[in-house]
């Protein structure tokens, strides 16, 4: 499977434009593109297990020095989560900004198919590679590696509030009592269940 359902596609017009060191007020328009999702681990941003940030793919600390990138640059802004902001930090092996990877190490860009041609997601929910320049990112950059219970556990909740949410819109065709209406009903409580329990891995998961 690919990492992220959707491939996030940033809006070449932004409802704000902001200037300086302003880069946060993007960040409505980015958690859109991004289809509520960290672009990286595609974690998402509803179970409130932790911050979304607004990440600089290209970091601050390497385009400051020249400034050819502007700090609210829009097609250098990244929705991300705290983690894979964090691990990913200042990182750029290349030293040029418009390098992104180089001798195998480095990043792709989150918006571009090429994201995908480098790492894939396990039917159980973890994040793989299948390349060299995706086993860095994998294990060096964002430490999908060392995060992966945390990932396998935010994937399946996602998986099973879509499934809950496709239900529930499902059985609004049916009148209380009918017998579709209550076979959905006792799938809700299954699939329920099943969310309750991984959201409470997932809380002691980052209570540990």
Known sequence: ???????????????????????????PDLREDFNCSCGYCDSYDGFRHTYFEVDHFIPKSLFEKNGNIEYCQYDNLTYSCKFCNNKK????????????????????DACSTEYEDHLY?????????????????????????ERERSII????????????????????????????????????GDYSLKYFIYHQELMDYYNE
């Open 1 to 27: 499977m690919t990492v992220r359902e959707i491939l996030p596609i940033r809006r070449t017009v932004t409802t704000k434009q902001p200037t300086g060191k302003n880069w946060s007020e993007h960040k």
């Open 89 to 108: 930090g200042s990182l750029w092996p290349s030293k040029d900004e418009t390098i992104p990877n180089i001798n195998e190490e480095g990043f792709v």
């Open 121 to 145: 997601r396990t039917s159980s929910g973890s994040i793989m590679w299948k390349t060299p320049l995706g086993k860095w990112m994998a294990t060096k950059a964002f430490r999908f590696d």
């Open 153 to 188: 556990v935010l994937w399946n909740l996602n998986e099973l509030r879509k499934i809950i949410n496709a239900l529930i819109i499902e059985q609004e065709n049916y009148q209380a009592g009918d017998e579709s209406y209550q076979m959905i009903k006792e799938k809700l």
